[in-house]
């Protein structure tokens, strides 16, 4: 099969490997469609999982089923949640797999192979068939709407409430649609691509600018920043935007570090709270959801072949235009 493989930093190969085999406990999935999500720029950036083949939001066909698997046969659809815990740590056994370290580092796309091929082996408990009205080149988006749902869920916001998403990524402009279904209201995006910015208000916010600096021409402070850039030298800007009381999320992982004045945020109250990966509820969720909304998936805004991936990654470290961007092995 075609597989593209991280080799090291800013390294990407397009290689011929071995077609996957179905052990006992999986299937083997052909792949439909495999998103690219931050964590897989981040990676690439630094050679994080080398020698594997990255891509963990992905959906397709059951190719093969291996001994000891109900319930799933050759021709069935599908999305795979890429989270493999490990069972035993103590955020398992509380109910919180989904912070697994083993889950966020060894499960598909990470250091397991995963969708940026024409094949992927995956156990078949990660398994979940789509529900009426999600179409299979959507089912990719699964994944990244669960994230942003999972996000939405930690700021705790009520109809009525006003939020601020800084990054209209992927994860900021799912996010900005969970805020809207939910009757969040006003809904101000932040972003410097003015193509996300776009998308973002047919998603349901009532306003996008361009810089932080701009939100305040559209709303006061609000009860929730959901930062969903990653980029740290944001968070002192992105606090000060919080209400007494509220929360500023952080969706976004910020490798980097940056210096913070935290004392108004002692006075006035606020919450930091992370937000990472998504549980299984929100999975079910994400799955209700784009079954009901097939408009979500207007984030699209390119089809991309493993062949050009190298290409693509390199644009997308500085996007100038564009949404989402879906790997499709099938061109």
């Not at 959507?138 to 009520?158: D, F, M, Q, T, Y």
């Not at 998308?199 to 402070?221: K, N, P, Q, Y």
Request: proline residues 7%; aromatic residues 4%; contains cysteine.
């Amino acid at each position: 099969m075609r597989a593209v493989k991280l080799v090291e930093a800013h390294r990407l190969e397009l290689v011929d490997a071995p077609d996957p085999e179905a052990t006992p406990g999986e299937v083997v999935v052909r792949v439909n469609g495999c998103g690219i999500c931050g964590s897989d720029l981040s990676s690439y950036k630094v050679g994080l999982f080398t020698d594997a083949v990255p891509g963990h939001e992905l959906a397709g066909v059951v190719e093969t089923v291996g001994d000891g698997v109900a319930g799933w046969s050759p021709g069935d659809q599908a999305v795979i949640d890429p989270k493999i815990p490990c069972g035993a740590c103590d955020d398992c056994r509380n109910g919180a797999s989904h912070r697994c370290a083993m889950a966020l580092t060894a499960g598909i796309g990470f250091a397991r192979d995963g969708g940026f091929a024409e094949l992927v082996a995956a156990p078949a408990t990660l398994l979940h068939r789509l529900p009426p009205g999600l179409a299979l080149e959507n089912a990719c988006l699964v994944e990244p709407l669960s994230v942003a749902i999972h996000g939405v869920e930690r700021a705790r916001l009520g109809a009525g409430d006003g939020a601020v998403v800084i990054g209209l990524g992927p994860i900021g402009l799912f996010t900005v649609a969970t805020l809207h279904a939910r009757g969040v209201s006003p809904i101000v995006g932040v972003d410097p691509v003015a193509d996300r910015r776009r998308i973002a208000l047919e998603l349901g916010a009532t306003a996008a600018v361009a810089e932080v600096r701009e939100v305040r021409s559209h709303t006061g402070a609000v009860p929730a920043v959901i930062e969903c850039s990653g980029h740290a030298p944001l968070l002192q800007s992105a606090a000060d935007l919080v209400a007494p009381g509220g929360r500023l999320v952080l969706v976004g992982v910020p490798f980097g570090e940056t210096s913070v004045a935290p004392l108004m945020w002692v006075t006035r109250e606020i919450e930091i709270v992370g937000s990472i990966a998504s549980s299984a509820g929100d999975f079910v969720e994400s799955l209700r959801m784009l079954g009901e909304d097939a408009g979500l998936a207007r984030i699209v805004t390119r089809r991309a072949s493993l062949a050009e991936l190298p290409e693509v990654f390199e644009e997308l470290i500085t996007p100038a235009s564009g949404g989402k961007v879906v790997v499709d092995p099938r061109l």
